[in-house]
């Protein structure tokens, strides 16, 4: 950014120390994202907080001798972006290695992988993401990954990061066989054969304790690896604070063994980080719950002593996640009426909705909210049972469904009518994927148009929504919140430049103006922040963006396309363009 620097010393006027600022930015086109005052030409920072906004006059009141002066020259400026749901901590791991997610068969992924392997003759483990069923004309099997990779152990996720292809090397070196147990039988398991032997597909995590068995899995360099480069990552896309709902790691289902170490391993790190001023996003992150056997109550008293240890308005756990069930895509999640095509088939839960309503109620005591990952309508009904009786137990409960994918028009009622906050992904709702085959196949119409990806018609009733890309479900080009933006304010796959197609077909989009609250002041709301950042007000956190151009002038899907000058976060530049 050619920043315009202008030292000034005003004979007429001499501010004391404690009264001028330390910056100021000034002929700017400021949206506020405070509805009591939402345009401004200004904005005055000293410290890491805000004390002016107002017109480029009011704001000469403030210069001192010291004071840095930056003339905008009618740029941009918006609060910093707030992500709601991406996972930028370790999950870095589960999009490394080849990236299939652009090939259009079996033929051409078998073919990127080959050529990767053949490129990397030094890996022990060849590793990938983003296949989906549609791309493989069906399941993945072992036999066909072995033509690319016939003699290492061979790992691939698909593009949700849920499910996982194995080849025949890597299904011997985890030591998987007829016998291996599946975790959740129809929710957590190995695709088999008639004769019960796994055939190379992982649904739902089943192959997480494989990654590690095979030598793929190495925290103590993952872990800072990942957490580095995808927070530096988000910055540059103007992402000034983050939940991230779980830390991803190969041990999430070991709830109260792995899971807890990983967590308190990861938020250390991030603590020495937080204490040296170089953590460039505030974070607040969630213990992760997936596991069908693990202890409602020890869960919740776990996560009232990481609220307690990690308590700072830059790295904080206030909440929890509950992740009780698999993907639509996948056929295991659960819903209201049977799949379109299994006609006797519901799906499951892998936490049952029992748990999900002794986690929800206890949290509410402990002053802990809890954040439900709802697929299928049927768990979305569940989450709203449970934040309801959570709320009569804490009336100021901002438990929320994450994602609603799919959510029963009965349940929206209830969503709209007791404004229970929801989060979305838009790429879970388009295209993007084979989304828009899956949902057709499995669950058609007419409740793809009733029940699928109702975030808008959520935000047009007056339920705060948040928007986030769920890194590394999408892939970290991703990430940027004007990216989500654009898919929320379109209904278009934005990863795809050569598609236009709207899906739901009779979906009605965000506003530019509910799409940017989602990623400012109501994503604000949602983390307990609103007091503190979410909007430039005075005495809030000096969190903000400068943007070339404004993305409410912008032509709908093209937000993401405006230049990105500076990232500002607690008073600190985090990101500037070259």
């Given at each position: 950014?050619?920043?315009?620097?202008i030292?000034?010393?005003?004979?007429?006027?001499?501010?004391?120390?404690?009264?001028?600022?330390?910056?100021i930015?000034?002929?700017?086109?400021v949206?506020?994202?405070?509805?009591?005052?939402?345009?401004?030409?200004?904005?005055?920072?000293?410290?890491?907080?805000?004390?002016?906004?107002?017109?480029?006059?009011?704001?000469?009141?403030?210069?001192?001798?010291?004071?840095?002066?930056?003339?905008?020259?009618?740029?941009?400026?918006?609060?910093?972006?707030?992500?709601?749901?991406?996972?930028?901590?370790?999950?870095?791991?589960?999009?490394?290695?080849?990236?299939?997610?652009?090939?259009?068969?079996?033929?051409?992924?078998?073919?990127?992988?080959?050529?990767?392997?053949?490129?990397?003759?030094?890996?022990?483990?060849?590793?990938?993401?983003?296949?989906?069923?549609?791309?493989?004309?069906?399941?993945?099997?072992?036999?066909?990954?072995?033509?690319?990779?016939?003699?290492?152990?061979?790992?691939?996720?698909?593009?949700?990061?849920?499910?996982?292809?194995?080849?025949?090397?890597?299904l011997?070196?985890?030591?998987?066989?007829?016998?291996?147990?599946?975790?959740?039988?129809?929710?957590?398991?190995?695709?088999?054969?008639?004769?019960?032997?796994?055939?190379?597909?992982?649904?739902?995590?089943?192959?997480?304790?494989?990654?590690?068995?095979?030598?793929?899995?190495?925290?103590?360099?993952?872990?800072?690896?990942?957490?580095?480069?995808?927070?530096?990552?988000?910055?540059?896309?103007?992402?000034?604070?983050?939940?991230?709902?779980?830390?991803?790691?190969?041990?999430?289902?070991?709830?109260?063994?792995?899971?807890?170490?990983?967590?308190v391993?990861?938020?250390?790190?991030?603590?020495?980080w937080?204490?040296a001023?170089?953590?460039?996003?505030?974070?607040?992150?969630?213990?992760?719950?997936?596991?069908?056997?693990?202890?409602?109550?020890?869960?919740?008293?776990?996560?009232?002593?990481?609220?307690?240890?990690?308590?700072?308005?830059?790295?904080?756990?206030?909440?929890?996640?509950?992740?009780?069930?698999?993907?639509?895509?996948?056929g295991?999640?659960?819903?209201?009426?049977?799949?379109?095509?299994?006609?006797?088939?519901?799906?499951?839960?892998?936490?049952?909705?029992?748990?999900?309503?002794?986690?929800?109620?206890?949290?509410?005591?402990?002053?802990?909210?809890?954040?439900?990952?709802?697929?299928?309508?049927?768990?979305?009904?569940?989450?709203?049972?449970?934040?309801?009786?959570?709320?009569?137990?804490?009336?100021?409960?901002?438990?929320?469904?994450?994602h609603?994918?799919?959510?029963?028009?009965?349940?929206?009622?209830?969503?709209?009518?007791?404004?229970?906050?929801?989060?979305?992904?838009?790429?879970?709702?388009?295209?993007?994927?084979?989304?828009?085959?899956?949902?057709?196949?499995?669950?058609g119409?007419?409740?793809?148009?009733?029940?699928?990806?109702?975030y808008?018609?959520?935000?047009?009733?007056?339920?705060?929504v948040?928007?986030?890309?769920?890194?590394?479900?999408?892939?970290?080009?991703?990430?940027?919140?004007?990216f989500?933006?654009?898919?929320?304010?379109?209904?278009?796959?934005?990863?795809?430049?050569?598609?236009?197609?709207?899906?739901?077909?009779?979906?009605?989009?965000?506003?530019?103006?509910?799409?940017?609250?989602?990623?400012?002041?109501?994503?604000?709301?949602?983390?307990?922040?609103?007091?503190?950042?979410?909007?430039?007000?005075?005495?809030?956190?000096?969190?903000?963006?400068?943007?070339?151009?404004?993305?409410?002038?912008a032509?709908?899907?093209?937000?993401?396309?405006?230049?990105?000058?500076?990232?500002?976060?607690?008073g600190?530049?985090?990101?500037?363009?070259?």
């Open positions: 950014m050619n920043r315009i620097i030292l000034l010393t005003l004979t007429s006027f001499t501010a004391l120390a404690n009264e001028a600022a330390d910056i930015y000034t002929n700017a086109n949206r506020t994202m405070n509805e009591t005052q939402p345009r401004a030409e200004a904005v005055a920072i000293k410290g890491n907080k805000i004390v002016m906004v107002g017109s480029a006059v009011n704001a000469k009141s403030l210069i001192g001798t010291d004071t840095q002066v930056i003339d905008l020259k009618g740029k941009t400026v918006l609060p910093g972006f707030i992500s709601t749901h991406d996972h930028l901590i370790a999950s870095r791991w589960t999009t490394s290695g080849v990236q299939i997610y652009d090939a259009t068969s079996k033929a051409e992924a078998l073919a990127k992988i080959k050529a990767y392997a053949e490129a990397n003759p030094d890996h022990k483990v060849i590793k990938g993401v983003g296949w989906d069923k549609n791309m493989l004309e069906g399941m993945p099997i072992a036999t066909d990954l072995d033509k690319a990779v016939p003699n290492r152990p061979a790992i691939i996720l698909d593009n949700t990061i849920h499910d996982a292809w194995l080849n025949s090397a890597a011997e070196a985890a030591n998987v066989t007829k016998d291996t147990p599946d975790a959740v039988p129809g929710v957590t398991y190995w695709v088999r054969d008639d004769d019960g032997n796994p055939t190379g597909a992982a649904i739902e995590i089943q192959w997480f304790q494989s990654y590690i068995d095979i030598g793929a899995w190495d925290p103590d360099a993952m872990i800072p690896e990942s957490a580095d480069y995808l927070l530096n990552l988000a910055a540059r896309n103007g992402t000034t604070m983050v939940l991230v709902p779980g830390i991803v790691t190969p041990n999430i289902k070991d709830v109260h063994g792995g899971m807890e170490k990983d967590f391993t990861a938020m250390d790190i991030l603590q020495e937080a204490d001023d170089k953590l460039p996003l505030r974070v607040q992150a969630q213990p992760f719950f997936k596991t069908p056997v693990g202890d409602p109550h020890r869960f919740v008293d776990f996560g009232a002593r990481m609220k307690q240890k990690y308590n700072s308005d830059i790295l904080r756990t206030r909440s929890l996640k509950i992740h009780p069930e698999g993907n639509t895509v996948a295991t999640a659960p819903f209201v009426d049977p799949y379109k095509n299994q006609p006797t088939h519901r799906g499951k839960f892998n936490v049952q909705p029992e748990t999900t309503m002794a986690i929800v109620t206890k949290a509410a005591k402990a002053g802990l909210d809890v954040f439900i990952h709802t697929d299928g309508d049927r768990s979305s009904r569940a989450a709203v049972d449970a934040i309801l009786e959570a709320r009569k137990i804490n009336p100021d409960s901002r438990s929320a469904l994450h609603a994918i799919w959510v029963h028009p009965d349940d929206q009622k209830r969503i709209i009518e007791n404004q229970i906050p929801v989060n979305s992904t838009p790429s879970f709702t388009n295209t993007f994927g084979g989304g828009k085959l899956d949902n057709e196949r499995m669950i119409y007419p409740r793809i148009d009733t029940s699928l990806g109702r808008a018609h959520f935000a047009r009733n007056g339920v705060k948040s928007i986030s890309a769920d890194v590394p479900s999408t892939s970290p080009t991703m990430q940027a919140p004007l989500v933006v654009d898919g929320a304010t379109t209904g278009i796959d934005i990863s795809n430049p050569n598609n236009t197609e709207v899906f739901p077909p009779n979906w009605q989009p965000m506003t530019i103006h509910q799409a940017m609250r989602a990623i400012t002041i109501d994503a604000a709301w949602m983390l307990a922040m609103e007091d503190k950042v979410g909007s430039l007000e005075v005495n809030k956190y000096a969190d903000l963006v400068i943007l070339e151009s404004d993305p409410y002038d032509k709908p899907g093209t937000a993401h396309q405006i230049p990105l000058l500076m990232t500002v976060m607690n600190r530049v985090t990101h500037e363009a070259q």
